[in-house]
């Protein structure tokens, strides 16, 4: 998990070090196994756009998945249910 860019066929998540809800959604992804990618936006600030472009929010962690759908601060609940959701597809 690297500060590069977003790849089409994995998870991208855009997020810092120093959210909280950044580091829940990173672990929970890293429990689960999903093949995934770092963005930090801290580090960019063409990552900070590109993760309010897809999200239309200022806040993170943005989850970006391959079928071009979102999540904003999701639950724990809610990214695993749609990595479930994208799995069974």
């Keep these: 998990m690297s500060n590069t860019v977003e790849t089409p ?10 959210c909280r809800d950044c580091r829940r ?3 929970l992804l ?6 995934w990618v770092k963005v930090d936006v801290e580090q960019s600030a063409d990552a ?3 993760a309010q472009a897809i999200s239309g929010r ?3 962690p943005v989850v970006h998945f391959p079928d071009g759908s979102h999540l904003v601060e999701p639950s724990d609940a ?6 479930e959701a994208l799995s069974a597809s």
């Design 9 to 18: 066929d994995r998870v991208t998540m855009y997020g810092a070090d120093w």
């Design 25 to 27: 959604s990173e672990a």
């Design 30 to 35: 890293n429990e689960l196994g999903v093949d």
């Design 48 to 50: 900070a756009q590109t």
């Design 58 to 60: 200022m806040n993170i």
């Design 78 to 83: 809610d990214l695993k249910a749609k990595l």
